[in-house]
Protein backbone atom coordinates (compact mmCIF):
# COMPACT_ATOMS: atom_id res chain seq x y z
CA UNK A 1 0.00 0.00 0.00
CA UNK A 2 3.09 2.68 0.47
CA UNK A 3 4.71 2.16 -3.09
CA UNK A 4 3.11 5.58 -4.90
CA UNK A 5 3.78 8.42 -6.64
CA UNK A 6 3.46 12.21 -5.21
CA UNK A 7 2.06 14.10 -8.40
CA UNK A 8 1.24 17.32 -6.79
CA UNK A 9 0.49 19.45 -3.56
CA UNK A 10 -2.56 21.62 -3.06
CA UNK A 11 -2.95 23.22 0.14
CA UNK A 12 -0.73 20.96 2.33
CA UNK A 13 -2.14 17.57 0.80
CA UNK A 14 0.02 15.40 -1.26
CA UNK A 15 -1.92 14.14 -4.20
CA UNK A 16 0.39 10.55 -4.54
CA UNK A 17 -0.50 7.64 -7.41
CA UNK A 18 -0.52 4.27 -6.11
CA UNK A 19 1.71 2.16 -8.36
CA UNK A 20 -1.75 0.24 -9.09
CA UNK A 21 -3.15 3.48 -10.51
CA UNK A 22 -0.30 3.67 -12.84
CA UNK A 23 -0.65 0.53 -13.84
CA UNK A 24 -4.50 0.18 -14.47
CA UNK A 25 -3.71 3.27 -16.66
CA UNK A 26 -0.90 1.83 -18.53
CA UNK A 27 -2.78 -1.10 -18.93
CA UNK A 28 -5.87 0.59 -20.76
CA UNK A 29 -3.92 2.52 -22.72
CA UNK A 30 -2.24 -0.45 -23.73
CA UNK A 31 -4.85 -2.72 -24.83
CA UNK A 32 -7.29 -0.23 -26.35
CA UNK A 33 -4.55 1.43 -28.26
CA UNK A 34 -3.89 -2.54 -29.88
CA UNK A 35 -7.51 -3.41 -30.11
CA UNK A 36 -9.01 -0.31 -31.17
CA UNK A 37 -6.22 2.16 -32.07
CA UNK A 38 -4.79 4.92 -30.57
CA UNK A 39 -7.31 7.55 -30.85
CA UNK A 40 -9.91 5.54 -28.65
CA UNK A 41 -6.82 4.47 -26.54
CA UNK A 42 -6.41 8.39 -26.04
CA UNK A 43 -10.45 9.66 -25.48
CA UNK A 44 -10.53 6.71 -23.04
CA UNK A 45 -7.26 7.99 -21.21
CA UNK A 46 -9.01 11.10 -21.00
CA UNK A 47 -12.57 10.56 -19.55
CA UNK A 48 -10.44 8.13 -17.37
CA UNK A 49 -8.74 11.12 -15.93
CA UNK A 50 -11.44 13.69 -15.70
CA UNK A 51 -13.46 10.40 -13.77
CA UNK A 52 -10.34 10.28 -11.27
CA UNK A 53 -10.12 14.54 -11.42
CA UNK A 54 -13.96 14.19 -10.31
CA UNK A 55 -12.84 11.21 -7.17
CA UNK A 56 -9.83 14.07 -6.48
CA UNK A 57 -12.63 16.69 -6.06
CA UNK A 58 -14.72 14.35 -3.94
CA UNK A 59 -11.61 13.55 -1.41
CA UNK A 60 -10.90 17.67 -0.96
CA UNK A 61 -14.64 17.28 -0.11
CA UNK A 62 -13.64 15.41 2.73
CA UNK A 63 -10.39 16.99 3.09
CA UNK A 64 -12.04 20.78 3.51
CA UNK A 65 -14.50 19.74 5.94
CA UNK A 66 -11.58 17.92 8.18
CA UNK A 67 -9.88 21.08 7.91
CA UNK A 68 -12.65 22.50 8.89
CA UNK A 69 -12.51 21.12 11.99
CA UNK A 70 -9.19 21.63 12.68
CA UNK A 71 -7.39 18.15 11.12
CA UNK A 72 -5.25 18.18 8.31
CA UNK A 73 -4.49 15.59 5.65
CA UNK A 74 -0.98 15.01 4.69
CA UNK A 75 -1.74 13.18 1.89
CA UNK A 76 -4.59 11.49 -0.76
CA UNK A 77 -3.76 8.56 -2.42
CA UNK A 78 -5.70 7.61 -6.07
CA UNK A 79 -6.47 3.49 -6.45
CA UNK A 80 -8.07 2.01 -9.30
CA UNK A 81 -11.01 1.90 -7.03
CA UNK A 82 -11.23 5.44 -6.08
CA UNK A 83 -9.39 7.83 -3.88
CA UNK A 84 -8.27 7.36 -0.27
CA UNK A 85 -7.80 10.55 1.29
CA UNK A 86 -5.62 9.90 4.82
CA UNK A 87 -6.83 12.37 7.63
CA UNK A 88 -4.09 12.93 10.56
CA UNK A 89 -6.93 11.35 12.92
CA UNK A 90 -10.12 9.96 12.44
CA UNK A 91 -12.68 12.44 15.01
CA UNK A 92 -14.29 10.68 18.13
CA UNK A 93 -17.14 13.18 17.88
CA UNK A 94 -19.89 11.86 15.40
CA UNK A 95 -20.74 15.43 14.50
CA UNK A 96 -17.42 15.93 12.71
CA UNK A 97 -17.37 12.46 11.94
CA UNK A 98 -20.85 12.77 9.81
CA UNK A 99 -19.92 16.37 8.27
CA UNK A 100 -16.28 14.79 7.29
CA UNK A 101 -17.71 11.73 5.61
CA UNK A 102 -21.00 13.62 4.16
CA UNK A 103 -18.94 16.31 2.20
CA UNK A 104 -17.11 13.44 -0.46
CA UNK A 105 -20.92 12.75 -1.70
CA UNK A 106 -22.29 15.88 -1.69
CA UNK A 107 -19.72 17.32 -3.90
CA UNK A 108 -20.25 14.49 -6.45
CA UNK A 109 -23.55 15.71 -6.32
CA UNK A 110 -22.99 19.35 -6.82
CA UNK A 111 -20.99 18.01 -9.43
CA UNK A 112 -23.54 16.01 -11.37
CA UNK A 113 -26.15 18.84 -10.89
CA UNK A 114 -23.74 21.13 -12.42
CA UNK A 115 -23.06 18.68 -15.41
CA UNK A 116 -26.48 17.93 -16.01
CA UNK A 117 -27.98 21.66 -16.19
CA UNK A 118 -24.66 22.39 -19.08
CA UNK A 119 -25.92 19.35 -21.18
CA UNK A 120 -29.03 20.80 -20.54
CA UNK A 121 -31.24 17.55 -20.32
CA UNK A 122 -31.59 14.59 -18.47
CA UNK A 123 -28.68 11.92 -18.62
CA UNK A 124 -29.40 8.98 -20.61
CA UNK A 125 -28.31 5.71 -18.37
CA UNK A 126 -29.12 3.24 -21.22
CA UNK A 127 -25.35 4.70 -22.84
CA UNK A 128 -23.80 3.34 -19.65
CA UNK A 129 -22.34 -0.66 -21.49
CA UNK A 130 -21.00 2.25 -24.37
CA UNK A 131 -18.74 4.56 -22.12
CA UNK A 132 -15.50 5.13 -23.03
CA UNK A 133 -16.23 4.28 -27.07
CA UNK A 134 -16.14 7.94 -28.57
CA UNK A 135 -19.48 8.34 -29.30
CA UNK A 136 -21.36 9.70 -26.09
CA UNK A 137 -21.46 12.97 -24.83
CA UNK A 138 -18.34 13.40 -22.31
CA UNK A 139 -20.56 15.74 -19.99
CA UNK A 140 -23.20 13.24 -19.99
CA UNK A 141 -20.40 10.23 -18.95
CA UNK A 142 -19.35 12.52 -16.15
CA UNK A 143 -22.91 13.50 -15.01
CA UNK A 144 -23.66 9.83 -14.37
CA UNK A 145 -20.31 9.09 -13.00
CA UNK A 146 -21.07 11.27 -10.58
CA UNK A 147 -24.28 10.01 -9.82
CA UNK A 148 -23.15 6.45 -9.63
CA UNK A 149 -19.99 7.45 -7.28
CA UNK A 150 -22.08 9.84 -4.94
CA UNK A 151 -24.75 6.94 -4.49
CA UNK A 152 -21.96 4.08 -4.59
CA UNK A 153 -20.18 5.55 -1.32
CA UNK A 154 -23.19 6.14 1.14
CA UNK A 155 -23.36 2.00 1.16
CA UNK A 156 -23.09 1.70 4.49
CA UNK A 157 -19.95 -0.29 4.56
CA UNK A 158 -16.24 0.74 5.94
CA UNK A 159 -14.18 1.99 4.46
CA UNK A 160 -16.81 3.77 2.12
CA UNK A 161 -18.09 7.31 3.18
CA UNK A 162 -21.71 5.35 4.21
CA UNK A 163 -19.92 3.41 6.60
CA UNK A 164 -18.47 6.67 8.44
CA UNK A 165 -22.06 7.94 8.24
CA UNK A 166 -23.55 5.20 9.61
CA UNK A 167 -21.17 5.17 12.72
CA UNK A 168 -21.45 8.80 12.88
CA UNK A 169 -25.09 8.35 13.48
CA UNK A 170 -25.03 5.47 16.19
CA UNK A 171 -22.37 7.18 17.70
CA UNK A 172 -25.19 10.02 19.05
CA UNK A 173 -26.70 7.30 20.66
CA UNK A 174 -24.28 4.34 21.43
CA UNK A 175 -20.55 5.12 22.57
CA UNK A 176 -17.98 5.03 20.19
CA UNK A 177 -16.10 1.14 20.27
CA UNK A 178 -19.97 0.02 20.19
CA UNK A 179 -20.95 2.16 17.06
CA UNK A 180 -18.07 0.65 15.64
CA UNK A 181 -18.70 -2.70 15.90
CA UNK A 182 -22.36 -2.55 14.50
CA UNK A 183 -21.04 -0.55 11.80
CA UNK A 184 -18.35 -2.98 10.59
CA UNK A 185 -20.69 -5.98 11.23
CA UNK A 186 -23.08 -3.95 8.85
CA UNK A 187 -20.80 -3.32 6.20
CA UNK A 188 -19.23 -7.00 6.34
CA UNK A 189 -22.76 -8.22 6.21
CA UNK A 190 -23.15 -6.11 3.01
CA UNK A 191 -20.09 -7.34 1.57
CA UNK A 192 -20.89 -10.92 1.82
CA UNK A 193 -24.13 -9.88 -0.11
CA UNK A 194 -22.49 -7.92 -2.75
CA UNK A 195 -19.86 -10.56 -3.03
CA UNK A 196 -22.33 -13.30 -3.34
CA UNK A 197 -24.76 -11.63 -5.88
CA UNK A 198 -21.49 -11.47 -7.80
CA UNK A 199 -20.56 -14.79 -7.71
CA UNK A 200 -24.26 -15.72 -9.21
CA UNK A 201 -24.87 -13.05 -11.36
CA UNK A 202 -21.50 -13.62 -12.79
CA UNK A 203 -20.16 -10.33 -12.16
CA UNK A 204 -16.72 -10.23 -11.42
CA UNK A 205 -16.14 -6.61 -9.96
CA UNK A 206 -19.49 -6.76 -7.92
CA UNK A 207 -17.20 -10.00 -6.28
CA UNK A 208 -14.38 -8.27 -6.06
CA UNK A 209 -15.43 -5.23 -4.49
CA UNK A 210 -17.38 -7.20 -1.78
CA UNK A 211 -14.08 -8.76 -0.80
CA UNK A 212 -12.34 -5.67 -0.34
CA UNK A 213 -15.13 -4.17 1.37
CA UNK A 214 -14.73 -7.42 3.88
CA UNK A 215 -11.11 -7.21 4.70
CA UNK A 216 -11.76 -3.57 4.88
CA UNK A 217 -14.17 -3.06 7.21
CA UNK A 218 -12.31 -5.96 9.30
CA UNK A 219 -8.86 -3.81 9.60
CA UNK A 220 -10.73 -0.86 10.30
CA UNK A 221 -12.56 -2.63 13.06
CA UNK A 222 -9.05 -3.56 13.93
CA UNK A 223 -7.70 -0.27 14.08
CA UNK A 224 -9.99 1.15 16.11
CA UNK A 225 -9.82 -1.11 18.69
CA UNK A 226 -6.53 -0.81 18.57
CA UNK A 227 -6.79 2.74 19.05
CA UNK A 228 -9.65 2.61 21.90
CA UNK A 229 -7.40 0.15 24.13
CA UNK A 230 -4.03 2.54 23.28
CA UNK A 231 -5.92 5.74 25.23
CA UNK A 232 -4.14 6.87 27.65
CA UNK A 233 -1.37 4.40 27.13
CA UNK A 234 2.22 5.46 26.60
CA UNK A 235 4.48 4.58 24.52
CA UNK A 236 6.67 3.48 27.02
CA UNK A 237 4.28 1.11 28.45
CA UNK A 238 3.84 -1.05 25.06
CA UNK A 239 7.30 -1.05 23.38
CA UNK A 240 9.18 -4.15 23.08
CA UNK A 241 12.63 -3.81 24.23
CA UNK A 242 16.32 -6.37 24.34
CA UNK A 243 16.50 -7.04 20.81
CA UNK A 244 20.59 -7.57 19.47
CA UNK A 245 21.67 -4.63 17.76
CA UNK A 246 24.14 -3.95 15.30
CA UNK A 247 25.62 -1.03 13.45
CA UNK A 248 25.90 -0.19 9.85
CA UNK A 249 29.32 -1.49 9.42
CA UNK A 250 28.87 -4.41 10.83
CA UNK A 251 29.10 -7.62 8.34
CA UNK A 252 25.67 -9.11 7.11
CA UNK A 253 26.95 -12.66 8.93
CA UNK A 254 26.09 -10.42 12.04
CA UNK A 255 22.53 -10.10 10.73
CA UNK A 256 22.13 -13.29 9.63
CA UNK A 257 23.28 -14.89 12.59
CA UNK A 258 21.33 -12.54 15.02
CA UNK A 259 17.70 -13.75 12.76
CA UNK A 260 18.72 -17.24 13.53
CA UNK A 261 19.30 -17.14 17.03
CA UNK A 262 16.01 -15.06 18.10
CA UNK A 263 12.40 -14.63 17.45
CA UNK A 264 12.85 -10.76 16.35
CA UNK A 265 11.52 -9.93 13.26
CA UNK A 266 12.99 -6.32 13.92
CA UNK A 267 16.55 -5.82 14.44
CA UNK A 268 17.66 -2.16 15.87
CA UNK A 269 21.16 -0.34 13.44
CA UNK A 270 22.24 1.84 16.11
CA UNK A 271 24.57 4.79 15.10
CA UNK A 272 27.30 5.36 16.77
CA UNK A 273 26.28 8.22 19.02
CA UNK A 274 23.06 5.40 19.84
CA UNK A 275 20.08 7.13 17.97
CA UNK A 276 18.28 4.41 15.50
CA UNK A 277 19.99 4.70 11.95
CA UNK A 278 17.11 1.84 10.73
CA UNK A 279 16.37 -1.93 11.11
CA UNK A 280 16.68 -4.91 9.60
CA UNK A 281 13.61 -7.24 8.66
CA UNK A 282 13.53 -10.65 8.98
CA UNK A 283 11.56 -10.55 5.75
CA UNK A 284 14.16 -8.85 4.10
CA UNK A 285 17.24 -10.28 4.97
CA UNK A 286 17.04 -13.16 2.79
CA UNK A 287 16.45 -10.94 -0.17
CA UNK A 288 19.55 -8.32 0.91
CA UNK A 289 21.62 -11.56 1.26
CA UNK A 290 21.16 -13.22 -2.29
CA UNK A 291 21.55 -9.52 -3.50
CA UNK A 292 24.91 -8.48 -1.66
CA UNK A 293 26.10 -11.80 0.03
CA UNK A 294 27.02 -12.48 3.32
CA UNK A 295 30.13 -10.65 3.08
CA UNK A 296 28.44 -6.96 2.36
CA UNK A 297 27.83 -5.06 5.54
CA UNK A 298 24.46 -4.27 7.49
CA UNK A 299 24.12 -1.16 5.65
CA UNK A 300 23.11 -3.15 2.46
CA UNK A 301 19.84 -4.75 4.57
CA UNK A 302 18.81 -1.54 6.62
CA UNK A 303 15.74 -0.43 6.08
CA UNK A 304 16.02 3.66 7.45
CA UNK A 305 12.87 5.01 6.93
CA UNK A 306 11.83 4.30 10.18
CA UNK A 307 9.65 6.54 12.14
CA UNK A 308 10.73 7.79 15.48
CA UNK A 309 8.36 8.64 18.60
CA UNK A 310 9.38 9.85 21.86
CA UNK A 311 8.97 7.27 24.92
CA UNK A 312 6.12 9.72 26.71
CA UNK A 313 3.85 9.94 23.55
CA UNK A 314 0.78 8.24 23.23
CA UNK A 315 0.78 4.49 22.21
CA UNK A 316 -2.40 5.51 19.90
CA UNK A 317 0.26 7.71 17.48
CA UNK A 318 2.55 4.43 17.16
CA UNK A 319 -0.65 2.98 16.15
CA UNK A 320 -1.52 5.97 13.31
CA UNK A 321 2.25 5.45 12.29
CA UNK A 322 1.91 1.97 11.80
CA UNK A 323 -1.40 2.14 10.51
CA UNK A 324 0.59 4.48 8.09
CA UNK A 325 2.92 1.83 6.40
CA UNK A 326 5.82 1.58 8.72
CA UNK A 327 6.90 -1.84 9.32
CA UNK A 328 7.83 -0.72 13.13
CA UNK A 329 8.58 2.86 15.20
CA UNK A 330 11.29 3.42 17.08
CA UNK A 331 11.44 4.74 20.78
CA UNK A 332 13.77 7.19 21.79
CA UNK A 333 14.58 8.93 24.59
CA UNK A 334 14.64 13.11 25.04
CA UNK A 335 18.53 13.23 23.41
CA UNK A 336 17.17 11.15 20.75
CA UNK A 337 18.69 7.59 21.98
CA UNK A 338 17.18 4.69 21.01
CA UNK A 339 15.38 2.50 23.39
CA UNK A 340 13.11 0.10 22.03
CA UNK A 341 10.13 -0.40 19.33
CA UNK A 342 6.99 -1.02 18.99
CA UNK A 343 4.96 -2.85 15.98
CA UNK A 344 1.28 -3.41 14.81
CA UNK A 345 1.63 -7.01 16.24
CA UNK A 346 2.89 -5.95 19.73
CA UNK A 347 0.06 -3.78 19.66
CA UNK A 348 -2.14 -6.71 18.74
CA UNK A 349 -0.87 -8.66 21.70
CA UNK A 350 -1.19 -5.69 24.19
CA UNK A 351 -4.94 -5.31 22.91
CA UNK A 352 -5.18 -9.58 23.17
CA UNK A 353 -4.35 -9.66 26.75
CA UNK A 354 -6.56 -6.09 27.83
CA UNK A 355 -9.39 -8.46 26.15
CA UNK A 356 -8.08 -11.46 28.22
CA UNK A 357 -7.98 -9.36 31.54
CA UNK A 358 -11.24 -7.22 31.08
CA UNK A 359 -12.93 -10.81 30.68
CA UNK A 360 -11.72 -11.98 33.76
CA UNK A 361 -12.77 -8.88 34.97
CA UNK A 362 -16.34 -9.36 34.34
CA UNK A 363 -16.58 -13.17 35.53
CA UNK A 364 -15.34 -12.10 38.68
CA UNK A 365 -17.80 -8.95 38.85
CA UNK A 366 -20.56 -11.52 37.77
CA UNK A 367 -19.16 -14.57 40.94
CA UNK A 368 -18.83 -11.58 43.24
CA UNK A 369 -22.81 -10.84 42.73
CA UNK A 370 -23.44 -14.49 42.20
CA UNK A 371 -22.46 -14.75 46.21
CA UNK A 372 -24.37 -12.27 47.60
CA UNK A 373 -27.34 -13.70 45.86
CA UNK A 374 -26.53 -16.75 47.76
ZN1 LIG B 1 -15.38 9.55 0.32
Known amino acids: MTRSVPVATIRGTAIRLHWTFILFLGALLTVVSITKGPIPAISLSALVVL ?58 FALFTILVLVLGRWPDWGTIPEFGQGQINLVEQLAIFNLIVGLFNLLPAFPMDGGRILRALLGFILPHSKATRIATRVGQAMAVAMATAGLMGGNIILTGIGLFIFFAAGSEAQLDAVRNAMGGVSVGQVMVTGQPVLAMSDPMMDAADAILHTDYEELPVLNPDGSLAGFVLRAELLEAVSRHGLEATVREATREDIPLVSIHAQAAKAADLLERGAPAVGVVDRVGSFLGLVTWRNLLDVLAIRGAVARHERADARRHLGNKCD
Do not use: W, Y
Open 51 to 108: MFVCVLLHEFGHITMARAFGISTPEVILLPIGGLAKLKRIPNDPEQELAIAIAGPVVN
